[in-house]
């Protein structure tokens, strides 16, 4: 095989990271390792969390199950290469110390920042100081390395969310940022809030909106050092690397399928007929390595952005793929695979919320009160409340469809030797979503829930007792139905006996 340019790019090189310990700043970190062990290092912006010091979080950093076939290749002395900096991107000038920042602007070669808020529930103050100046503060470091051959920032598909078809280019930002940033230090949230949808304007919440801004911050140094910005749309469990289905985000379909393994989550609102964009994080990954690696090599003087989507290179519809999935394990039935038939998938978020009230919150009050009882800690009608409080955030997400056209990720794809297309793939053209999803099935039970698949039997058995569980509490709300009818017209219950195939026909769209 041919010598990978892009390893070649990163022999040597010193890497620095901020956002490393999340999701996908983790998988970045095991790739670079196990891919490019070359590197030299690799410097992880923390900062203290839960009384635990940076060194501390670094060393369970390594313990995570993502470098289990790492460690099978290497041995734990590859962890030396990683170097932890005391920092936070919403503070000021990054919160180094001035002998950190002078060491970080000698030696590091290539920046990647991932670091952001994601929660769609913040307010203007905190994504403001985290997605646009924490983004502000990265790039004057990058200014300042004098070593400095490439940075990439992580950024959304979905920063052009108001758009329902987006090109791989930078959109002009309808507010000022320095006046965003002037409000966000004179006003009181109280008066923030109420001015908060009026800047907003067509953005979903201050998630997009912000890091819309921020992609013009980078977008100020791209005639100084190459830049380039990655889109990634809803990032998902590992699809080959480095173990099929390997997760550590409860976000997106994940989630749901969390719920779904625990047998407390029956329902979900869902377009089965939209384009849903899903993109396996380790196709992220390599689109990212990869983007450093492209924008130094051609010397870019302007920004480059990549959409790393699915949408239009290979579309996933839920109720296509839900039906393949059932297919296939009748067909090739795996005694490892994972599934949950007995979910449903409903087409209105009101729809939903009627379902939600019979089929999660009735059987909830009722376990939890017996758990209650024999003093257990309730937990389900609060997970179904925060659910459904999730849910009414993300209706737009939920019920809208996009298209991101994606040519120059394509391109770039093209571009690369066979060597590279094989160690660091971003053509996702020939993943089957069936297969994929059965993957992400087993990794959200091995890695959400920390269940061994030695304890797969046994969870089908609770998730078939929870199904009788769940018919017979139907056919008491059934009954009960049926004699209130009774009581109150007067009926006797065989005169009134015409309404149980009624209600029956009536839940069956719940």
């Given at each position: 095989?041919?010598?990978?340019?892009?390893?070649?790019?990163?022999?040597?090189?010193?890497?620095?990271?901020?956002?490393?310990?999340?999701?996908?700043?983790?998988?970045?970190?095991?790739?670079?390792?196990?891919?490019?062990?070359?590197?030299?290092?690799?410097?992880?912006?923390?900062?203290?969390?839960?009384?635990?010091?940076?060194?501390?979080?670094?060393?369970?950093?390594?313990?995570?199950?993502?470098f289990e076939t790492l460690l099978q290749q290497s041995s734990s002395d590859i962890f030396r290469k990683l170097h932890a900096v005391a920092g936070d991107v919403g503070e000021e000038n990054l919160g180094l110390s001035s002998e950190d920042r002078?060491?970080?602007?000698?030696?590091?070669n290539v920046v990647i920042h991932s670091a952001a808020t994601l929660d769609f529930q913040a307010?203007?103050?905190?994504?403001?100081?985290?997605?646009?100046?924490?983004?502000?503060?990265?790039?004057?470091?990058?200014?300042?390395?004098?070593?400095?051959?490439?940075?990439v920032h992580v950024s959304s598909a979905y920063v052009n969310s108001y758009l329902k078809e987006a090109d791989e280019k930078?959109?002009?930002?309808?507010?000022?940022?320095?006046?965003?940033?002037?409000?966000?230090?004179?006003?009181?949230?109280?008066?923030?809030?109420?001015?908060?949808?009026?800047?907003?304007?067509?953005?979903?919440?201050?998630?997009?909106?912000?890091?819309?801004?921020?992609?013009?911050?980078?977008?100020?140094?791209?005639?100084?050092?190459?830049?380039?910005?990655?889109?990634?749309?809803?990032?998902?469990?590992?699809?080959?690397?480095?173990?099929?289905?390997?997760?550590?985000?409860?976000n997106g379909p994940q989630g749901f399928l969390m719920g779904a393994s625990?047998?407390?989550?029956?329902?979900?609102?869902?377009?089965?007929?939209?384009?849903?964009?899903?993109?396996?994080?380790?196709?992220?990954?390599?689109?990212?390595?990869?983007?450093?690696?492209?924008?130094?090599?051609?010397?870019y003087k302007e920004l480059s952005i990549y959409h790393c989507t699915s949408s239009t290179c290979n579309p996933f519809r839920w109720e296509s793929v839900k039906e393949q999935v059932n297919e296939y394990l009748h067909k090739y039935p795996l005694k490892s695979a994972v599934w949950y038939p007995h979910l449903k998938f409903l087409p209105s978020l009101w729809l939903y919320k009627l379902s939600a009230i019979i089929v999660h919150f009735m059987p909830a009050y009722c376990l939890d009160f017996i758990t209650k009882i024999f003093g257990g800690r309730p937990i389900l009608v609060r997970l179904h409340?925060?659910?459904?409080?999730?849910?009414?955030?993300?209706?737009?997400?939920?019920?809208?469809?996009?298209?991101?056209?994606?040519?120059?990720?394509?391109?770039?794809?093209?571009?690369?030797?066979?060597?590279?297309?094989?160690?660091?793939?971003?053509?996702?053209?020939?993943?089957?979503?069936?297969?994929?999803?059965?993957?992400?099935?087993q990794g959200v039970r091995r890695y959400l829930n920390n269940e061994l698949p030695k304890t797969l039997e046994a969870a089908r058995k609770k998730d078939t007792l929870l199904l009788y569980v769940h018919i017979v509490f139907q056919l008491l709300f059934l009954a009960l139905l049926w004699v209130l009818t009774a009581k109150i017209t007067g009926m006797t219950l065989i005169g009134s006996i015409f309404v149980v195939p009624v209600i029956y026909f009536l839940f069956s769209f719940l």
């Open positions: 095989m041919t010598e990978s340019d892009v390893q070649k790019f990163y022999k040597n090189k010193n890497v620095f990271i901020t956002g490393g310990t999340g999701f996908l700043g983790i998988a970045i970190v095991e790739k670079i390792l196990r891919s490019c062990h070359e590197v030299d290092g690799i410097y992880l912006l923390m900062r203290p969390k839960k009384g635990k010091q940076i060194e501390e979080r670094l060393k369970e950093l390594t313990e995570n199950a993502v002078s060491m970080l602007a000698q030696k590091i307010t203007l103050r905190p994504t403001v100081q985290i997605n646009l100046l924490g983004t502000r503060r990265v790039m004057q470091l990058c200014r300042e390395m004098q070593q400095l051959k490439s940075m930078l959109y002009p930002v309808h507010e000022d940022a320095e006046k965003i940033i002037d409000l966000v230090n004179s006003l009181s949230d109280d008066a923030l809030e109420q001015l908060t949808d009026k800047l907003l304007k067509d953005h979903p919440n201050t998630y997009t909106f912000t890091k819309h801004m921020a992609e013009h911050e980078v977008n100020k140094c791209a005639s100084i050092f190459p830049c380039g910005i990655v889109r990634p749309s809803m990032i998902t469990g590992a699809w080959k690397e480095p173990v099929p289905g390997w997760t550590i985000s409860k625990k047998g407390v989550i029956r329902r979900l609102p869902v377009g089965t007929e939209l384009i849903y964009d899903y993109i396996p994080v380790d196709t992220v990954v390599n689109q990212i390595l990869v983007t450093a690696y492209h924008i130094q090599r051609n010397s409340t925060n659910v459904w409080e999730s849910l009414n955030r993300l209706e737009k997400f939920i019920f809208s469809e996009w298209k991101f056209n994606n040519p120059r990720t394509l391109e770039v794809s093209q571009q690369l030797n066979a060597t590279d297309r094989e160690i660091f793939n971003i053509d996702i053209s020939d993943l089957k979503w069936p297969e994929y999803f059965i993957w992400l099935a």
